[in-house]
């Protein structure tokens, strides 16, 4: 599998971010001769436990989501990121989810956008917007380098790209940038060679961030 | 959803029975050891108690685990009507560190067992799935090389075959039939009614190796 950033914008302080910065990264994208291939989609949920006793809350883990990718139609991931967990399953694992009546699904947000080619990398854009409405709460991009499984081996490649994106970028003048965060994917228990896992742990602490910038701001 | 029959049987009469079931299956028959670690939610998790067990097949060089959620059974006249169980099934592919997970999110270990013995799957109007094994249960947590049988001396045959609501009734009427063709050396019902041993099992099991299983009975 190529080797995968996924990135997200960081609107500048004071700034929101809105349909227009995914309209003006598209085009971006278009600029530098991306040619676009199609739609695409990621699913996401947040779960919470169905409780007898609020008060013991904090037995629980707050930040238990299942993503479904893209890539992996047939899969779906949960991540609890603050005990470094990631699960690869069959997709009827949310059924059994639901049978169990455990933990409940309470926030769901849809990653959707549009897919580019470029030489040897594949770009996509896309808004991140919860499931019943068109109100735009992010924007990601990932950026996957074809030819290349190992992270370390791809790096210096992607910075390189991200250097020329980030170049193509500043002559729209947004009030923004597209962040990569680094993850050290060992404390996952995921090794060199790139996987989907990977990929679900890079959405989880893109959420992560995202849901930080929102609470700076309104802080 | 899936429709279950189970049965107990003499160890000594296993092989009898393998080789009856080798000549009505047409098919290799599989190694059979899988761990099965069976998780319940703990004490303030869920407005009900809830179940789910991981299998871990240890019989592949890179052991693969499953993940199941077996429901309540059918119940009713209809269900009274059929011979077998039909209850909700769940399955799902899992990537090793979901115990781990399952322990995160507030279930505890509430048994253990190692499954050993063989299966064989095979198409019969409906795809089947027969497992002969010994249940074993572990003196420590996770101590798979220390287990020892439940019952000496008996093993549990189990036959399943997956359903849809639709189809339930040709699944369950394939599983019952092809239970009689057992008969002879292991009486199948619905799990958690146990009708014992077959009686007669020493002599059909005899008949069975005397002459490779040529004999029909």
Redesign the interface.
Known sequence: MPVKWVLHWQPNQGSTVSSQILNEASQCVESINGVKEGRWKATLNYYKPILKDQANQSEFPRDFLGISLADEPDKYYFIIRSQRIVVEADTNIQSIMEKLQSYKSKVALYFEGFQYQLGDFRLRVGKVVPTHSENVRGIVMEVDYLPISSIKTANKLMEEFMEIWHEALAKRSLPGKFVNIDINFEEYGLGDIYTPQHTAVRYALVMAHMIATVQAVRG | MECVVQGIIETQHVEALEILLQGLCGVQRERLRVHELCLK????????T?D?RLLCDLDQPDPTWT?K?V?GAMRGAGADQISVMVR?M??????K??L??FY????KLDHELLKVGFAFHFQRTAHISVSVSSVNKMPKVHAIDEAVPVTHGMQIVDVTAPATPENYSEVAAAVSSFCEFLAPLVHLSKPFISTGVVPTAAAAAASLMSDGGGTTL
């Open positions: 939610s703990g004490p303030n998790l869920g407005v009900v809830s789910v993940v959620h429901g909700t769940i399955e799902s592919k899992v990537s560190n979901s781990r997970m995160a999110l507030g279930y």
